[in-house]
């Protein structure tokens, strides 16, 4: 069993930045790789990124390529997503996601443990 808790959530304004984190619990964390997706109203949940479980390699989806950022501390077991140049159509709900087959992934329903979501909302 992997337990996922999202925080760093909340209202910024467009150009504004967020670190959302992801703390991790219950199996050894640098044994599994960890995604980003997010999920705005009436739309299907997007893959956001991957960090492989070492943390040397990434990679985002192109929506937000150049703007966010994923990186991980296993000595704290927690994966961050860093957000910069936010605009308002990255407003939704940003859920972290562990796959413990370690792939680099983009499906979600490859991802076995998923967090309940932190709220990110940016206004005009």
């Known amino acids: 069993q992997v337990q996922l808790v999202e925080s760093g959530g909340g209202l910024v304004q467009a150009g504004g930045s967020l670190r959302l984190s992801c703390a991790a619990s219950?199996?050894?964390?640098?044994?599994?790789?960890m995604g980003w997706f997010r999920q705005a109203p009436a739309k299907e949940r997007e893959f956001v990124g991957v960090?492989?479980?070492?943390?040397?390699?990434?990679y985002v989806a192109d929506s937000v390529k150049g703007r966010f950022t994923i990186s991980r501390d296993n000595a704290k077991n927690t994966v961050y997503l860093q957000m910069n140049s936010l605009k308002p159509e990255d407003t939704a709900v940003y859920y972290c996601a562990a796959d413990l087959e370690a792939r680099t992934v983009a499906t979600a329903s490859l991802y076995e443990y998923w967090g309940q979501g932190t709220q990110v909302t940016v206004s005009s």
């Open positions: 960090i492989t479980r070492t943390g040397s390699y990434t």
């Open positions: 219950g199996r050894t964390f640098s044994s599994y790789a």
